[in-house]
């Protein structure tokens, strides 16, 4: 069993780490140095997914277009679908 306040501990970590991040470069060796070729595949999927419910897909498009779950499709659209920065990102 983990020790009390190490999951918010590592999470601060984590986010600290990536704002010292300056460059696309860097970001990506940090990216693929941390995680699986898996892992980076499916983070950058899900963000596509969001950027396309964004621009006002619907869920079957993304389904056809990506071969997504409509169950996935939904579940990211209720956790960014009052994202502000996201579609400031994608605006």
Do not use: W
């Not at 060796?29 to 396309?52: G, H, I, N, Q, T």
């Not at 619907?58 to 990211?76: A, D, F, R, V």
């Amino acid at each position: 069993m983990p020790k009390k306040g190490i999951d918010a501990l590592a999470k601060n970590l984590f986010f600290k780490t990536i704002s010292k991040v300056k460059d696309e470069k860097h970001f990506e060796e940090f990216f693929y140095d941390l995680f699986s070729s898996s892992e980076v595949k499916d983070v950058s999927r899900r963000l596509l997914a969001a950027k396309m419910l964004i621009e006002g897909k619907t869920y079957l498009q993304i389904k056809e277009e990506m071969g997504m779950s409509e169950g996935t499709i939904n579940k990211i659209y209720f956790k960014t679908k009052g994202s502000h920065i996201l579609r400031r990102f994608f605006s």
